[in-house]
């Protein structure tokens, strides 16, 4: 992963239109809601970088 001065993490759903739901400034705080959400290793969601100036849909 790049810095975190270039970069957040964003929670994104839906492998084939790539949404984003939320970001976050951290990574750690990414897999925190990940979690509580209730989220599983086997839901199509997953944390991945996004730029500085990106918004999801609930931010």
Same mark, same amino acid.
């Given at each position: 992963?790049? !810095?975190? &001065? ?5 929670? +994104?759903?839906? #492998? *084939?239109?790539?949404?984003?739901? /939320?970001?976050? !400034?951290? &990574? ?5 809601? +990940?979690?509580? #959400? *209730?989220?599983?290793?086997?839901? /199509? ?15």
């Amino acid at each position: 992963m790049a !810095t975190s &001065k270039d970069f957040k993490c964003g929670l +994104f759903s839906d #492998y *084939g239109m790539r949404i984003l739901n /939320e970001t976050f !400034t951290t &990574k750690r705080e990414a897999q925190k809601a +990940f979690r509580e #959400y *209730g989220y599983t290793k086997d839901s /199509e969601v997953w944390i991945e970088q996004v730029p500085l100036d990106a918004k999801g849909r609930f931010d």
